[in-house]
């Protein structure tokens, strides 16, 4: 069914996203070589172990070395360091990608020292769980989901195919969309969601009147929701607010704005105002549902896995 | 296996909770007889089609006569006109118990209206999904899930006992609390979450820089998490937070508070802040599997059941 779509394809960091790529190409046959490379060397021999490649290596600079897709998936933070290793090193029309959850920054980081004749391409597929590591993968994690491509001007259209094409191959369904629009849109979908989830959870383990036992206990009631988003790899989220600052600082002052309305209403009694919010609010999980975006059951199909 | 557990049974109201308690009653045969009330006549004709009792009346005082075991699952704003309603029509003897989601004001509410010799004793099972209505209830909703009874001083233990076998006989564990910390411990676990979750949707829904179409594309990569929460019943909640205010401006003060360092940490960049807050979060999320309140599965086991 599937073809070789490059011969040769260097993955520089092999997390979550990393190594549910180098699954899928495996299983797919979409490359000969596939050279994975990460700073640690537990992660490198846990890869090798999974049998996630077919070479490894701690220098990002020897995995590029004639590949012609990079695909960087590193906590965004890190960009800057990988682009400057690898950027001697690149094959001439090789296409370099990344999955990083902030585009603007990304490019910013890694575009000055990308050289002439490298086609790049800033991607972010959104798709992803609360675990993380190399053991996280697994085939399949894009299938369905959508992949943005936040492309430069003057980017080469075939190169960003051939790209889509990887992509397409992995079950993605492809966008386009300008950086700091791409940031704007995850801001509100991804990186809100994510930092109001840490936050009550941090505000949950701070009670003093409510012990920890009980908040765990209870939390089927509403609170476990929300620790799904919590449990996310650190390094990672500390990297999205750091490198997204400026949208997400904007989406945080309009929630907060909100919540003061809605606190208001409650300190008064305006029961007609609670439930003008409560009500419009079903209509937009009605839309996710119906776009195929979430599942129908209730509980999100967990109760049939409950005991 | 099981028996009867009271000769007749009284449910006021049959919503989502209402109508799986009567589908659990029906399927363990736990009773008799099962008189269903309603306040709508459309709601009455629905529990009726679906076999839900043995018989209907619209008149609540007309449902509680000669009921051994009442049970009122309305929005707990409601619960002062039901008690009244039904107050003198009770039978001596009788249980009468609820499953609101505040105990203190439902108690305020209830409890003087209560003729002596009727055992009146409120209670919370902490179960229920985004779905509301009699078709939205299911057998073994309360199963594994926690009862927790606010008993007042000097209630019958006999009685409590009696209540308590029922509740276990649909699968439940017993808890007991005395009001006030019940409604402390729900405003966190449970009330503060659905808050939350309808206030991001808000936003969301408002912002003019991102479309809507674009928020329900791409709210797999978080935002959906807080959509089921939001799709709940508006009435039910509206009276949530009205009848229990003070909890519930507690903690949303603390969260607010907590949200405000937090963005300020993103403000400043300052990224040790921000990992050790996304770090110590992952505990809570890891103790809430181990207690089996959650499944383990990545995305609550949802993935599965994509496309």
Same mark, same amino acid.
């Given at each position: 069914?599937?073809?070789?779509?490059?011969?040769?394809?260097?993955?520089?960091? =092999?997390?979550?996203?990393?190594?549910?790529i180098?699954?899928?190409?495996?299983?797919?046959?979409?490359?000969?070589?596939?050279?994975i490379?990460?700073?640690?060397?537990?992660?490198?021999?846990?890869?090798?172990?999974?049998?996630l490649?077919?070479?490894?290596?701690?220098?990002?600079?020897?995995?590029?070395?004639?590949?012609?897709?990079?695909?960087?998936?590193?906590?965004?933070?890190?960009?800057?360091?990988?682009?400057?290793?690898?950027a001697?090193?690149?094959?001439?029309?090789?296409?370099v990608?990344?999955?990083?959850?902030?585009?603007?920054s990304?490019?910013?980081q890694?575009?000055?020292?990308?050289?002439?004749?490298?086609?790049?391409?800033p991607?972010?597929?959104?798709?992803?769980?609360?675990?993380?590591?190399?053991?996280?993968?697994?085939?399949?994690?894009?299938?369905?989901?959508?992949? =943005?491509?936040?492309?430069?001007?003057?980017?080469?259209?075939?190169?960003?195919?051939?790209?889509? !094409?990887?992509?397409k191959?992995?079950?993605?369904m492809?966008?386009?969309?300008?950086?700091?629009?791409?940031?704007?849109?995850?801001?509100i979908?991804?990186?809100?969601?994510?930092? =109001?989830?840490? !936050?009550i959870?941090?505000t949950?383990?701070?009670?003093?009147?409510?012990?920890?036992?009980?908040? =765990?206990?209870?939390s089927?009631?509403?609170?476990?929701?929300?620790?799904?988003?919590?449990?996310?790899?650190?390094?990672?989220?500390?990297?999205v607010?750091l490198?997204?600052?400026?949208?997400?600082l904007?989406?945080?002052?309009?929630?907060s704005?909100?919540?003061?309305?809605?606190?208001?209403a409650?300190?008064?009694?305006?029961?007609?105002?609670?439930?003008?919010?409560?009500?419009?609010t079903?209509?937009i999980?009605?839309?996710?549902?119906?776009?195929?975006?979430?599942?129908?059951?209730p509980?999100?199909?967990?109760?049939?896995?409950?005991?």
């Amino acid at each position: 069914m599937s073809e070789i779509l490059f011969d040769r394809i260097a993955l520089i960091g =092999i997390g979550l996203i990393g190594s549910s790529i180098a699954r899928d190409i495996k299983k797919l046959s979409l490359a000969k070589d596939v050279v994975i490379s990460t700073r640690s060397a537990e992660t490198l021999k846990r890869a090798e172990e999974l049998g996630l490649g077919t070479a490894y290596t701690l220098s990002a600079a020897e995995a590029v070395k004639d590949a012609d897709l990079v695909i960087v998936s590193v906590p965004v933070g890190a960009s800057e360091a990988v682009a400057r290793d690898i950027a001697p090193h690149l094959k001439p029309g090789a296409i370099v990608t990344d999955v990083g959850s902030t585009k603007a920054s990304v490019i910013a980081q890694m575009a000055p020292h990308m050289p002439d004749g490298v086609h790049f391409i800033p991607g972010h597929p959104l798709a992803g769980t609360e675990k993380s590591g190399p053991d996280a993968g697994f085939t399949g994690l894009f299938k369905g989901r959508w992949c =943005i491509f936040t492309p430069l001007p003057g980017t080469d259209r075939a190169a960003l195919e051939r790209l889509s !094409n990887f992509w397409k191959a992995l079950g993605s369904m492809i966008d386009e969309m300008d950086p700091q629009h791409h940031d704007k849109v995850l801001a509100i979908v991804s990186h809100l969601p994510h930092i =109001i989830a840490y !936050n009550i959870v941090g505000t949950a383990d701070d009670l003093e009147t409510v012990t920890e036992s009980e908040v =765990i206990k209870y939390s089927a009631s509403g609170f476990r929701d929300f620790t799904r988003l919590a449990a996310s790899d650190p390094t990672m989220w500390r990297d999205v607010c750091l490198h997204n600052k400026d949208a997400i600082l904007e989406m945080l002052a309009r929630f907060s704005e909100d919540l003061a309305y809605l606190q208001r209403a409650i300190r008064w009694g305006e029961g007609d105002k609670l439930f003008e919010l409560f009500s419009r609010t079903r209509t937009i999980r009605r839309s996710i549902v119906q776009a195929g975006q979430d599942v129908d059951s209730p509980d999100f199909g967990r109760h049939a896995l409950d005991k």
